[in-house]
């Protein structure tokens, strides 16, 4: 394999499938994070990892970020690093998509958000949105969100590969820095 010059490098993708894409993904968190332990750091390039392979395979997403559980915020999910427009600061834990995931602890992925009860609209042009909980043994620390503009924008290779990287998120943070 041909060696990586720039940081910015890991943003490019080959034409490839879903799956394919999203499998560098995962491998490409994993090479940048060996470098830092810090949340911060290490959900920022996550977004924009994400962000650049969804719009490789040309799948209209409109927003990818995180939501975190803080000491500060103990009922509350607070906004993380993310890629897009603006969003909602702070989700009730059981509420929206965000807050259900984290409570249930389990991946919500919701064809036609406009059907899933309590939707929180950030913004009113999405149709479709997975999230993903971020578990660090039994606690959530945080949810890893994305948005689309298209209704099924996601199904189940989304599901198994998101569910993946949530785990290499999990390990490879100080979660006590949060
Ligand atoms: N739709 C989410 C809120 C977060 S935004 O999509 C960025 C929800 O229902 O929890």
Known sequence: MQEKLHHADYTSFPE???????EIVNGSYEALSADTNYWVSNLANAASLIWHAYHSIGLPI???????????????????PFQGKVACQSIQIGKGVCGMAAMEKRTQCVADVNKFPGHIACDGETKSEIVVPIL???????VLDIDCLTENG???VDVELLEALAALISKSNNWSLS
């Open 16 to 22: 490839s499938s879903k799956r394919e894409v999203l």
């Open 62 to 80: 409109n927003w990818v970020g995180f939501y975190i559980t803080t000491n500060t915020e103990s009922n509350n999910l607070v906004l993380g």
């Open 136 to 142: 660090n043994g039994e606690s959530v620390v945080g």
């Open 154 to 156: 996601f199904d189940e």
